[in-house]
């Protein structure tokens, strides 16, 4: 797998892990039971494609994994601030810019 590709699926997966944990936020938190039910259905065949589009590839998850991290923080305050209304505060942005740090780190080094 190219090193393009790496990273177009780690984006995808990113994006289901933390879209499959956003249906079970509303669904934990909205009192129509049929609605419940869809949300925890739909998050859980999301939260079921994540684990697989991220495991099925063989490559080193272990060296991918920080940039895998940098994804699902991006894509966890896109979802809190479009789904939620949730802006994040000035120490989650400071704790992020460590994040984006240590992922580029990891993934621009050499093996």
């Given at each position: 797998?190219?090193?393009?590709?790496?990273?177009?699926?780690?984006?995808?997966?990113?994006?289901?892990?933390?879209?499959?944990?956003?249906?079970?936020?509303s669904?934990?938190?909205?009192?129509?039971?049929?609605?419940?039910?869809?949300?925890?259905?739909?998050?859980?065949?999301?939260?079921?494609?994540?684990?697989?589009?991220v495991?099925?590839?063989?490559?080193d998850?272990?060296?991918?994994?920080?940039?895998?991290?940098?994804?699902?923080?991006?894509?966890?305050?896109?979802?809190?601030?479009?789904?939620?209304?949730?802006?994040?505060?000035?120490?989650?942005?400071?704790?992020?810019?460590?994040?984006?740090?240590?992922?580029?780190?990891?993934?621009?080094?050499?093996?």
């Amino acid at each position: 797998m190219t090193r393009g590709t790496s990273i177009l699926v780690l984006l995808f997966a990113a994006a289901l892990e933390s879209g499959g944990d956003a249906l079970l936020r509303s669904a934990l938190r909205t009192s129509q039971v049929p609605v419940r039910i869809l949300l925890f259905a739909a998050g859980a065949v999301v939260l079921f494609a994540y684990g697989w589009v991220v495991n099925a590839p063989s490559w080193d998850f272990g060296r991918l994994l920080g940039l895998y991290v940098v994804f699902f923080f991006v894509m966890a305050q896109v979802i809190a601030w479009l789904a939620f209304s949730q802006l994040p505060s000035r120490s989650l942005l400071v704790g992020g810019i460590l994040i984006l740090t240590g992922g580029l780190v990891i993934a621009l080094s050499e093996r």
